[in-house]
């Protein structure tokens, strides 16, 4: 199995079987996110305590890459601290609309790494890159996130 097709099987699955797919009881962290461009809506839930995400769901509807994103988002998020949140929203920033990407930086981003593909298709790269910027926006105040 090459890359490609380990890449895409795994946005498949996470599509079809969204993960952590769900509210988040308060207290909690919250935020809208709309991509107009492809009708993407997400709703991203956060639970920090500490100084740390405990809990990371979402729910909302759209296009197979937005959800898989999200879906793979909050497997991530869960025990890292905030800043670490931010640090990896820029990694992925990095990673969808960079120049080329590092090996080494796929690697250490594990599953995240099936999103680096997007980056041929720049209509699909905020389809990608949406619930990144939402729970941006829920750690810094829960503003709604509109990609346009
Ligand atoms: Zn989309």
Redesign the pocket.
Known sequence: MDLKNLYRDVIVDHNRSPRNFRQIEPPRREADGF?PL???KLHVYLRVSDDRIEDAAFEGS??A??VASASMMTEFLKGKTEAEALDLFERMHELLTGEEADLNELASLGKLAALSGVRQYPS?VK?ASLCWHTMKSALSGGDAVSTE
Do not use: L, T, V, Y
């Open positions: 991509n492809c009708g993407d759209g296009c890459i937005s699909r389809c």
